[in-house]
Nanobody, 122 residues
């Protein structure tokens, strides 16, 4: 059983930066990552990190976002730089036992997610 709680969203101007954080409790030694969902849109897996610390990213955010994990604190961060309007969405921290989020950025089969945090870029 995994519980995830996000923090750090907000409003920012285009070109700005935000840092999202997620605290994991429970069985956290699985693929952890972030997906986002805009209004009326499907989930988009954007960044994930596996049990061995290997990170993967969606093409849409490659080079602008960086994911990191602190195993001692069970926290997962997403540093978002050079934000653009299309980055506006609700961002969710997720856990994926099967690892599809880590391997192919597929967020459809996640096992747990947080309540989300809103990111608005204007």
């Amino acid at each position: 059983h995994v519980q995830l709680v996000e923090s750090g969203g907000g409003s920012v101007q285009a070109g700005g930066s935000l840092r999202l954080s997620c605290t994991c409790t429970g069985h956290c030694d699985v693929c952890l990552g972030w997906f986002r969902q805009g209004a009326g849109q499907e989930r988009e897996g954007i960044a994930a990190i596996d049990e061995d610390g290997r990170a993967s990213y969606a093409d849409s955010i490659q080079g602008r976002f960086a994911i990191s994990k602190d195993n001692a604190k069970n926290t997962l961060d997403l540093q978002m730089n050079n934000l653009i309007n299309d980055d506006s969405a609700m961002y969710y921290c997720a856990a994926d036992v099967a690892g599809w989020l880590c391997s192919i950025m597929d967020a459809s089969g996640i096992d747990a997610r947080g309540k989300g945090t809103q990111v608005t870029v204007s």
